[in-house]
Nanobody
Framework: VQLQASGGGLVQAGGSLRLSCAAS????????MGWFRQAPGKEREFAAA????????SYVDSVKGRFTISRDNAKNTLSLQMNSLKPEDTAVYYC?????????????????WGMGTLVTVSS
């Protein structure tokens, strides 16, 4: 499966952005999917994930209550609604897929990655 993220940009602190990820190729709804991010000078970290049917979600503590992950299997898309953005949310955001119905317990379970989209939050 090929993944392409979009929707990044420059936003002021407190603002909102919505990221999208389009899946193509050998797509299947039987994938868990996730968003990861990599801030300048830091390692890539998990941000949010969702199971195959959208019922189960998981978030890193720093984005809980501000970010919402969702998916539309009919359109092969994954989204991340980001509200109340903070300067520390500045990062390149990547979408990823795992060939499993449920969210992997280990980030290494995500084996398909798209090119990232840059989110910059100004203070």
């Amino acid at each position: 499966v090929q993944l392409q993220a979009s929707g990044g940009g420059l936003v002021q602190a407190g603002g909102s952005l919505r990221l999208s990820c389009a899946a193509s190729g050998r797509t299947s709804s039987a994938y868990a999917m996730g968003w990861f991010r990599q801030a300048p000078g830091k390692e890539r970290e998990f941000a949010a994930a969702i199971n195959w049917n959208g019922v189960i979600t998981s978030y890193v503590d720093s984005v809980k209550g501000r970010f919402t992950i969702s998916r539309d299997n009919a359109k092969n898309t994954l989204s991340l609604q980001m509200n109340s953005l903070k300067p520390e949310d500045t990062a390149v955001y990547y979408c990823a897929a795992a060939k499993t119905l449920f969210i992997p317990s280990d980030n290494r379970g995500f084996d398909s990655w798209g090119m990232g989209t840059l989110v910059t939050v100004s203070s």
